[in-house]
């Protein structure tokens, strides 16, 4: 399984970054598509993610309202469309496949990709 992000870059509080993320490899079923980042000195938290099968969507409270997540309809594509950017948003932001995206949460990871940084600036 091979997922390439791109898209990061420095932007201003308020601003938008859109990262995309091409999956290719994927031969389960059982694998959904998300995003985590990690921030300096702090853990990875997960951020967002969506089911392959329903287009069900996932975000973290701390992005809600202000991050999308999409695929497309060949299904090898995410997007993680950010607007409203805060400073603590800066972090590398990593594509991942999962399992289960959904019931409230972001399941377990089975790959990650190379990560991407994302840096707000205020």
């Known amino acids: 399984v091979q997922l390439q992000a791109s898209g990061g870059g420095l932007v201003q509080a308020g601003g938008s970054l859109r990262l995309s993320c091409a999956v290719s490899?994927?031969?389960?079923?059982?694998?959904?598509i998300g995003w985590f980042r990690q921030a300096p000195g702090k853990e990875r938290e997960g951020v967002s993610c969506?089911?392959?099968?329903?287009?069900?969507?996932y975000s973290s409270a701390s992005v809600k309202g202000r991050f999308t997540i999409s695929l497309n309809d060949a299904k090898n594509m995410v997007s993680l469309q950010m607007n409203s950017l805060k400073p603590e948003d800066t972090a590398v932001y990593y594509c991942?496949?999962?399992?289960?995206?959904?019931?409230?949460?972001?399941?377990?990871?089975?790959?990650w990709g190379q990560g991407t940084l994302v840096t707000v600036s205020s």
């Open positions: 969506i089911s392959r099968y329903d287009g069900t969507t």
């Open positions: 490899g994927l031969t389960s079923d059982y694998e959904d």
């Open positions: 991942v496949t999962l399992w289960p995206c959904g019931n409230g949460g972001m399941g377990s990871v089975d790959y």
